[in-house]
Structures are given as C-alpha cells and as structure tokens.
C-alpha cells in the first residue's frame, strides 16, 4: 500500500522538474535540520556536564579547608589524649604541680566560666589527669580528685593585669 502511495506521489510531480528540485531541498533541510538539532542537544548535555564539573571544581577550596580543619582538630585531639594520658601516669601531688605549671587563665562567656590550661580550654565538669574540675571563677579553680574525693584550689598566675588596671585609675 505505501509503495502505491509512493508511486502515485512520484507520478505527480514527475512532469515538474522545477517542484521535485523544491521538494529535494525542503526534504534536505528537513534531514539538516533534525541532524542539528541531535548536535544541539548532545551540546546541552556537554555543557551540563561541564557546568558541573565546574561547579565541583569551585567547591574545591572550601573542601580542602574543611579538610585541613578537621585534622587540625584530630590533631589537637591527639595531643591532648596524649597530655591526658602522661599526666595520669603521674602521682596525684604531682598531677597537680603539673596543672599549676600549666595553668594560664580563666575566662566568663555567655555565663559560663572556663578554664585555660596548657593551650586547652577546660569548663566545669571537664576531667584533667585523676581530676574533675568541680568550679572555676576569675581567681582559681577548684579540682577533686575522683578516686580520694581530695580538694585542690588552684590560683591563677598573676598576669599583672589587676596592677594595670590599678595603674590606670
């Protein structure tokens, strides 16, 4: 049945030179036409992918400096398991000579006091060697120790703060 279609079409415009040369073109650019548009398409597809890729590449900087953040924090962690475990090694009189030697300052934020020993930051609760901070104010800081119940006060070093202060009035 198509090839009776067909041929009755080709018998049609066969005496017209002129109209099958027309239909030739119109039937050549329809053919460009969807070959262009599969190029097009392919081409949206790549630029997807690159836009992508690209996207990636600039969030690049910004994982590498989570990266480098979360070692320094293993690190700091490391070092401070490894402070902890050195200074549990040491008799309790000498945990506390230790703290002392280490002791650097408190500071109040948000209500709450904290303690600086040896370039960590310690709060209320926090455990040092055979120690728990149990209080920590602007003057000193109170440690028990857990296995004899033993109270310790410590006094912050004398950062000749107070004597500015005194020096300014």
Do not use: W
């Amino acid at each position: 049945m198509l090839e009776n279609v067909l041929q009755k079409i080709i018998r049609l415009f066969r005496p017209d030179r002129q109209l099958q040369m027309k239909l030739c073109a119109v039937l050549l650019l329809a053919v460009l036409i969807s070959i262009l548009g599969k190029y097009l398409k392919a081409q949206d597809r790549t630029l997807v992918k690159v836009r992508a890729e690209k996207d990636l590449v600039l969030q690049i900087p910004a994982m590498e400096k989570k990266i480098n953040e979360m070692k320094y924090e293993a690190l700091r962690k490391a070092r401070s398991l490894q402070k902890a475990e050195a200074l549990r090694n040491l008799s309790p009189d000498k945990q506390i000579a230790e703290i002392e030697r280490v002791l650097e300052g408190t500071s109040y934020r948000d209500g709450v006091y904290q303690a600086v020993i040896d370039g960590e930051v310690y709060s209320t609760g926090s455990e040092i060697g055979d120690f728990t901070i149990t209080a920590i104010n602007m003057e000193s800081i109170t440690l028990e120790n857990k296995d004899t119940r033993e109270i310790e006060r410590l006094k912050f070093p004398d950062n000749g703060f107070e004597e500015a202060i005194r020096q300014v009035k």
